[in-house]
């Protein structure tokens, strides 16, 4: 538990943006969206004030182990996806997949913002 764990969307990204900050991170990409409503049915409960079923999306659950496993051997988890309606998305599933369960310790788990993939920009978010 060395390391901050910064996960951003693109595998392009998580390259540079790991350049940018050094060995105290590991930087991991979720190569889009990790989870979706269900395919063969409707996905939403109408009858609990129309909640959500998400779901993995296929071929996703080996990304999704990835993730969870560095968050484990993290000192706190860094989300920097897109700030646009589907990186807030992206955000919001990767926390819930990650969010420790009952009896686990608990990882802090922070929202990070950037509008520039530069190397301050990127460091003055991080701080």
């Known amino acids: 538990m060395s390391r901050d764990l910064v996960i951003v969307e693109s595998p392009a990204k998580a390259k540079t943006i790991g350049k940018y900050l050094g060995r105290g991170y590991r930087v991991r990409a979720t190569v889009g969206h990790i989870m979706d409503l269900p395919e063969k049915k409707l996905g939403i409960d109408v009858d609990k004030s129309f909640t959500p079923e998400l779901v993995p999306i296929p071929g996703k659950e080996k990304t999704i182990a990835e993730i969870k496993s560095a968050a484990k051997e993290s000192r706190e988890v860094l989300i920097a996806t897109d700030p646009d309606r589907e990186g807030e998305a992206i955000a919001q599933h ?28 990127v460091r003055a978010a991080i701080e």
């Open 94 to 121: 990767v926390a819930t997949q990650i969010k420790p369960k009952r009896g686990d310790a608990a990882i802090p788990i922070k929202r990070v913002l950037f509008h520039e993939i530069t190397k301050d920009a």
